[in-house]
């Protein structure tokens, strides 16, 4: 007896990040602003769960942070984002 792995993708369809998964892209990008944010400030994270900047532990945080969020960036960091803009 072993778990079916197919029967359990279905039960949590929508509430990780699969092989191949369309959403991967997207999520990626919020990865690289925290690397970008780290190098340009040396603070990569925010403590908004809205936030791309959000330091997600789970697949369930990163996708709401990275995907479903109603904003990209918090107040905050998105003001940081518009100085960083008006220097280039």
Same mark, same amino acid.
């Given at each position: 007896? @072993? &778990?079916?792995? !197919?029967?359990?993708?279905?039960? %949590?369809? =929508?509430? /990780?990040?699969?092989?191949?998964?369309?959403? $991967? $892209?997207?999520?990626?990008? =919020?990865?690289?602003?925290? *690397?970008? /944010? /780290?190098? !340009?400030? @040396?603070?990569? /994270?925010?403590?908004?769960? #809205?936030?791309? !900047?959000? #330091? *997600?532990?789970?697949?369930?945080?990163? &996708?709401? *942070?990275?995907?479903?969020?109603?904003?990209? %960036?918090?107040?905050?960091?998105?003001?940081?984002?518009?100085?960083?803009?008006?220097?280039?």
């Amino acid at each position: 007896m @072993g &778990i079916d792995l !197919l029967s359990l993708k279905e039960e %949590f369809k =929508g509430k /990780f990040i699969d092989y191949e998964d369309p959403r $991967t $892209t997207e999520i990626m990008k =919020g990865y690289v602003m925290q *690397a970008i /944010f /780290f190098h !340009l400030l @040396g603070e990569p /994270f925010c403590s908004d769960k #809205n936030c791309r !900047l959000y #330091n *997600a532990h789970w697949q369930e945080e990163v &996708i709401h *942070a990275q995907i479903e969020s109603r904003y990209e %960036f918090c107040p905050y960091h998105e003001e940081i984002l518009k100085k960083i803009e008006s220097m280039l």
